[in-house]
């Protein structure tokens, strides 16, 4: 899996928690405009991606068929 970023992240962190809010992945993000997600790490289910830098933080959910 590969999520693609607008513009280049230059310091910021990605956790990812599935519905019971067990953090799945927690990582830091350093100069990049995309992120890889091994498919081994989620099962199959829905997951909530928190992207977060110096002032923005943002939520978006995944569905893991």
């Known amino acids: 899996l590969t999520l693609k970023f607008s513009r280049s992240i230059d310091e910021g962190q990605l956790r990812i928690h599935d519905l019971t809010g067990r953090t799945v992945q927690e990582r830091k993000i350093f100069g990049t405009d995309k992120i890889?997600?091994?498919?081994?790490?989620?099962?199959?289910?829905?997951?909530?991606?928190?992207?977060?830098?110096?002032?923005?933080?943002?939520?978006?959910?995944?569905?893991?068929?």
């Open 36 to 65: 890889e997600i091994s498919g081994k790490i989620l099962k199959s289910g829905l997951y909530l991606l928190t992207l977060g830098t110096e002032g923005f933080q943002e939520t978006i959910k995944l569905i893991r068929n």
